[in-house]
């Protein structure tokens, strides 16, 4: 690096203004040589001024300055090597060689000086002396302590970005601001005049109408090719080790402050210098930009202001091209807070595993190196662009935590381990309440980490699987809703509530319920609003079982009744308050089951919104119980009656039989002295006292022997008369 007693000097024939950049930039290990032009643009006045002027009469653009003077940064000679890091000669540079989509119409970047606005309206007035420079034509996003403003110079019709400060005691190093000035605009945009008065505080700088990198990530989605990453590492290095050599420090390093300056060849400059940069060396106004820690380094959090930052920063834009999504972003490409991403930095290391590619890996490695002083570099840098495989330093290692046959030094690892080995973590946070070896030992751990929200959840009483799901969401905040081995994100419980009757399922609902973890994953994705969920879910099933109860004989804990509990689970989400409405109204209309008195009486009920789905699902699964009952009774109720039919006809049987007896003794009396009757009256004497027998024997046996004595002798009496009338005839 150079050192910062590097100056720029202005050029002896012209008088330096503060609207003049000094074509003189100071130089560095990245310049070509004394003989050599600053910049890749200066070859001389019969070079063409841009990539677009093939001829002296070309149109310019706006960015174009007059024939006599090269005014872009593209106004070089084509074969001046740019820096030290500068590629081979090979390499793609344009969009098109890159295979990038280059923008079709203008757009936005949210930078203070890339190509983002807020159309033609403008609420920022100009103060006079800037006014009599520059026309406002419309605001652009406004950063965290500055209103910025598209203008057009009066004296050239140049394309501007006017940066205006809020506040009139905002520090100003002018010293600085001068050296910036008159910086090699070959890699940082340009500062073209700023001003310090009654009137407030601006700067004017250059305008990068195509935007900035993250707009060309924003089109050109997934992962970069390595050609592709490494024009931008090539540009981006030689721009930091240039502004490191001038003594700034960035500290904001990130795709929306790398401008696009050109698309054909592809050339990216650094932004957000200027007062900026000076003014964040007092008040960290960067805080304001948006998902600005997710490219800050460790030691930030903590003011430090040096080099090391910058390369960090770098590494992380890096890791993003090169697997297509920020390490601190999740699946759904959401963001994680600024608080997380500050815990992440501090408990361990950037996951740089998703890149394919050794080489690019190693490098991203040593950019993320968590120890500033260990950290790459541009001499790091320098060599692995030329092919070399400079060393990385591990990172720290904290205090080890023995779990499932492995040392963990990493949460968030441990938190996965704890995970994947659930039984195993209920076992080891079972020791809480007798405070067991193995839980003293994670306490400590946690206890040296630092991880206070961990200690104090050791320390609250709980339940063991609420336990193991809440230690589990502080290792690893932003890992999957996993609960007994389970993903519980709401897809996934609609499909485990089918299989509820088996028993592993119907086991995991129990301890999912008795334990109320549902709590424990709200605001994981897939998990919104769990904790209202969770207590839905407890009202509908208490009220489930109360009216479960007026169902007399119905089993509560029956298959049916389990899978109810597991559906309410689903009802208990907003918006589900009616999903069983249809199917509980036809199940009410049954006539079998409204015979049931309790089972009107649960139709005609009137409950709370919030419980109507439990209602409807007593009603809907009691509705076959309830018409079976019914036919249970009815059949019952004919079987009664056919049993009193019987009942009746035996008595009439028995009221005849105890009137047999002594009809058979009169008849068998009667057959002995009334002549001729006897023929007849001794067999019917016969039968009446055998079934007078049933009920009294002495009487009905009488009436047999003397109706069978009778029977006899008028048949022996009827023979002898037959007999003598046939001799008489004779």
């Given at each position: 690096?150079a050192?910062?007693?590097d ?7 012209a008088?330096r ?34 990539t ?9 653009t706006?960015?174009d ?7 872009t ?8 090597p740019?820096?030290t890091?500068?590629?081979?000669p090979?390499?793609?540079r ?8 280059a ?6 970047n949210?930078s ?12 920022v ?15 652009l996003d ?39 000035r ?48 490494r024009v ?14 001038l003594?700034?420090v ?15 060849p ?15 060396q ?29 390369w960090?920063?770098?590494g ?17 490409r ?48 320098r ?10 330093v ?11 046959n492995a ?6 690892e ?11 973590a209920?076992r ?12 003293l030992n994670?306490?400590?751990w946690?206890?040296k ?45 609609a499909?485990?509530?089918?299989r509820?009757?088996?028993e592993?399922i ?5 301890m999912?319920?008795?334990d ?5 994953y709200?605001?994981?994705?897939g ?45 208990s989400f ?12 036809a ?6 089951a ?8 649960l139709c ?15 009603i ?26 019987q ?11 105890r009137a ?5 003794l009169a008849?068998?009396l ?14 019917a ?11 009294m ?6 009436a ?11 048949v ?8 003598g ?6």
């Amino acid at each position: 690096m150079a050192a910062d007693d590097d100056r720029p000097t202005a050029n002896n024939g012209a008088p330096r203004t503060t609207r003049d950049a000094g074509p003189a930039a100071p130089r560095t290990t990245l310049d070509a040589g004394s003989a050599t032009p600053r910049t890749t643009r200066d070859a001389g006045p019969s070079a063409p001024r841009t990539t677009r002027d093939a001829a002296p009469h070309a149109p310019r653009t706006t960015r174009d300055a007059v024939p006599e003077t090269p005014r872009t940064t593209r106004d070089a000679a084509p074969e001046t090597p740019r820096t030290t890091l500068d590629d081979a000669p090979d390499t793609p540079r344009s969009t098109r060689d890159l295979g990038l989509a280059a923008p079709s119409t203008r757009t936005g970047n949210g930078s203070a000086t890339g190509g983002s606005g807020t159309g033609a309206f403008r609420r920022v007035n100009l103060p006079p002396d800037l006014d009599e420079l520059v026309v406002a034509e419309r605001d652009l996003d406004a950063g965290g302590e500055a209103d910025i403003v598209l203008a057009r110079r009066r004296d050239n019709g140049e394309h501007v970005v006017i940066r205006l400060y809020r506040r009139l005691d905002t520090p100003v190093d002018a010293a600085k601001l001068d050296r910036l000035r008159a910086a090699d605009p070959r890699h940082l945009i340009r500062l073209l005049e700023w001003r310090s008065g009654e009137h407030g505080i601006w700067e004017m700088l250059e305008y990068a109408e195509h935007g900035s990198l993250a707009d060309l990530m924003q089109r050109t989605p997934g992962r970069w090719s390595p050609a592709q990453v490494r024009v931008v590492l090539e540009q981006t290095a030689a721009a930091l080790e240039y502004a490191h050599s001038l003594q700034f420090v960035h500290r904001d390093i990130k795709p929306q402050n790398l401008l696009v300056r050109s698309l054909d060849p592809l050339d990216l400059v650094i932004a957000d210098f200027g007062l900026a940069t000076v003014v964040a060396q007092t008040r960290e106004m960067r805080q304001t930009t948006s998902r600005t820690s997710a490219y800050a380094a460790p030691e930030a959090a903590t003011g430090e202001a040096s080099r090391a930052l910058d390369w960090w920063s770098l590494g992380m834009v890096l890791v993003e091209l090169l697997t297509g999504q920020h390490p601190f972003q999740r699946r759904d490409r959401t963001w994680m807070s600024d608080v997380m991403i500050v815990r992440e930095l501090t408990v361990h290391d950037i996951d740089v595993s998703d890149i394919h590619d050794d080489s690019w890996e190693l490098l991203c490695r040593g950019l993320l190196t968590r120890s500033p002083e260990h950290r790459w570099g541009a001499e790091q840098v320098r060599q692995w662009l030329g092919g070399a495989r400079p060393r990385v330093v591990s990172g720290r290692q904290g205090p080890q935590f023995a779990f499932a046959n492995a040392l963990y030094s990493d949460p968030v690892e441990l938190g996965r381990a704890f995970r994947e080995h659930w039984p195993a973590a209920r076992r080891l946070l079972k020791g809480q309440a007798n405070r067991a070896p193995a839980f003293l030992n994670f306490r400590e751990w946690a206890e040296k980490l630092g991880l206070d929200a961990l200690t104090r959840t050791l320390d609250r009483p709980n339940r063991e699987n609420r336990l193991v799901a809440q230690v589990i969401r502080v290792l690893d905040p932003e890992g999957p809703a996993v609960f007994a081995g389970y993903e519980v994100t709401s897809d996934r419980l609609a499909g485990m509530v089918q299989r509820a009757g088996q028993e592993d399922i119907n086991a995991f609902f129990r301890m999912l319920f008795d334990d109320g973890a549902l709590a424990v994953y709200d605001g994981l994705p897939g998990c919104d609003g769990y904790a209202l969920v969770d207590e839905r879910w407890h009202q509908s099933v208490d009220h489930f079982d109360q009216q479960l109860a007026v169902a007399p004989g119905y089993a509560s804990d029956s298959p049916p009744a389990r899978l109810a509990r597991a559906q309410l689970l689903l009802t208990s989400f907003p918006g589900q308050e009616g999903a069983l409405r249809q199917q509980a109204t036809a199940a009410g209309a049954d006539p079998e089951a409204r015979h049931q008195p309790w089972f009107r009486g649960l139709c005609q009920a009137q409950v709370p919104p919030h419980l109507r789905a439990a209602q409807d699902l007593v009603i809907t699964l009691l509705r076959p119980y309830a018409a079976d009952l019914t036919a249970r009774q009815r059949a019952e109720a004919h079987r009664q009656a056919q049993i009193a039919e019987q009942r009746r006809l035996a008595e009439r049987r028995n009221s005849l039989d105890r009137a047999s007896g002594p009809i058979g003794l009169a008849l068998a009396l009667g057959g002995c002295f009334v002549p001729f009757v006897g023929i007849f009256a001794g067999p019917a004497a016969v039968y009446f006292g055998v079934r007078g027998r049933r009920v009294m024997a002495t009487g009905s046996t009488a009436a047999i022997v003397i109706g069978v004595i009778s029977t006899i002798v008028w048949v022996i009496y009827l023979m002898t008369v037959v007999a003598g009338t046939a001799a008489s005839n004779s």
